[in-house]
């Protein structure tokens, strides 16, 4: 079957760093993205890997092992306003379709 | 550069009644695509368009059509509304060049009582 796995919720402090893990097992891949989602609000683009490695955006960073159908979101320094729901997606064909994960809740306390 | 936009923000129907949802892609934008977002679950592709045709579609039933216009505007129809169609319908707008990173607008909050 296809599925993207990720865990549900994550609590850290302020000033903190969170990893979150997305395992995958899709029938296309063409790399994996990584959106931020607040409450109410439309999903950001974050990130995107096609190769395996580590690609770093200001506080944020993604890693990629397509060997291991593995990546995860790194976010550093965490800030209150990083509270949001996390999604990883599966980039499934050349045309851009997105296959989500069900999101990781990130709660960031003072 | 605008953004997506999506008209109506909330909707509220009821069982079998038809729906229409709008979108406006960003400028610049030829792909557009839906995805259904249900409360606590990640989005759901539904379909992409490109220059006006469909060229992939989601696991959605055939009463979930689509188009897309001349100036990249799009609409997401819904027939015979279920109650699980209740959710978040989210637009997303793309470059052909560059379509791994998606622009989506605020949705649409469907409610089907």
């Known amino acids: 079957g296809q599925s993207l796995e990720q865990p549900s919720e994550v609590t850290a402090v302020e000033g903190a760093i969170v990893q979150i893990n997305c395992t995958y097992q899709?029938?296309?891949?063409?790399?994996l993205s990584w959106y931020q989602q607040h409450d109410g609000g439309a999903p950001t683009f974050l990130s995107y890997?096609?190769?395996?490695g580590l690609e770093e955006t200001g506080r944020f960073s993604s890693f990629l092992s397509r060997s291991d159908s593995y990546g995860y979101l790194l976010l550093q320094e965490l800030q209150m306003k990083d509270s949001a729901s996390y999604f990883c997606?599966?980039?499934?064909?050349?045309?851009?379709?997105?296959?989500f994960g069900a999101g990781t809740q990130v709660v960031v306390t003072p | 550069e605008t953004g997506v936009t999506q008209s109506p923000t909330h909707l509220i129907k009821t069982r079998g009644q038809q729906v229409t949802l709008r979108c406006s892609s960003q400028?610049?934008?030829?792909?557009v695509s839906w995805y259904q977002q249900a409360l606590g679950q990640g989005p759901q592709f539904i379909f992409q368009?490109?220059?006006?045709?469909?060229?992939g579609r989601g696991n959605f039933p055939p009463r979930f059509s689509g188009l897309q216009f001349p100036n990249y505007s799009s609409e997401l129809n819904v027939n015979a509304l279920e109650l699980d169609d209740s959710a978040l319908y989210l637009c997303?707008?793309?470059?052909?060049?560059?379509?791994?990173?998606?622009?989506f607008g605020s949705g649409t909050q469907l409610s089907v009582l």
């Open positions: 890997n096609a190769l395996d």
């Open positions: 899709t029938s296309g891949f063409y790399g």
């Open positions: 997303a707008s793309s470059a052909v060049q560059e379509n791994e990173k998606l622009f």
């Open positions: 997606a599966v980039r499934a064909d050349s045309w851009g379709k997105l296959q």
């Open positions: 368009y490109y220059r006006e045709e469909e060229n």
């Open positions: 400028s610049g934008h030829n792909t």
